[in-house]
């Protein structure tokens, strides 16, 4: 990215929090390599369950379909934005190919992806939302 990208990503976030209370965090300037990205396996993924975590005010507990015999595990920091019971059901996308990572005594293997941005100084969270008709399991390029 050169300067002038990173000057007119800055200005259309100022713009944005003028005009409607709403901030993005700028583009990075650094890239990423085309063989780096490809090395990140993003999946469609279909919410079995979910449920709170105890002793967490944060983290869900996520069991996916990801196209796979196996069920998948992904624990997530979006209690906050949504309740358990409204994500049954929903086709979500997922970065699978994280090393597990161990929260509150429970395996993590993968990452769901999100969209945050502040409205007023709040924080926003949106989990990235597909199209039902999408089967789990189907990689995103």
């Known amino acids: 990215m050169d300067n002038n990208e990173v000057v007119v990503a800055e200005e259309?976030?100022?713009v944005a929090e003028n005009n409607t209370g709403i901030e993005i965090e700028p583009l990075f300037e650094e890239q990423v390599d085309f063989d780096t990205f490809s090395k990140s396996d993003f999946r469609v993924v279909k919410v079995k369950n979910c449920e709170a975590v105890?002793?967490?005010k944060k983290l869900l507990r996520f069991t996916l379909d990801d196209g796979t015999e196996n069920e998948r595990t992904i624990l997530s920091g979006v209690h906050a934005f949504y309740e358990p019971e409204?994500?049954?059901g929903k086709t979500l996308l997922a970065i699978v190919n994280l090393p597990p990572r161990s929260m509150m005594g429970i395996?993590?293997?993968g990452m769901l992806?999100?969209?945050i941005h502040n409205?007023?100084?709040e924080e926003k969270l949106?989990?990235?939302m597909l199209d039902d008709a999408i089967p789990?399991?189907?990689?995103l390029y």
């Open 136 to 139: 789990a399991g189907a990689k």
């Open 107 to 109: 395996d993590s293997c």
């Open 86 to 88: 409204e994500l049954v």
């Open 126 to 128: 949106n989990l990235v």
């Open 54 to 56: 105890p002793k967490s």
């Open 12 to 14: 259309v976030a100022a």
């Open 113 to 115: 992806l999100s969209a």
């Open 119 to 121: 409205v007023n100084g």
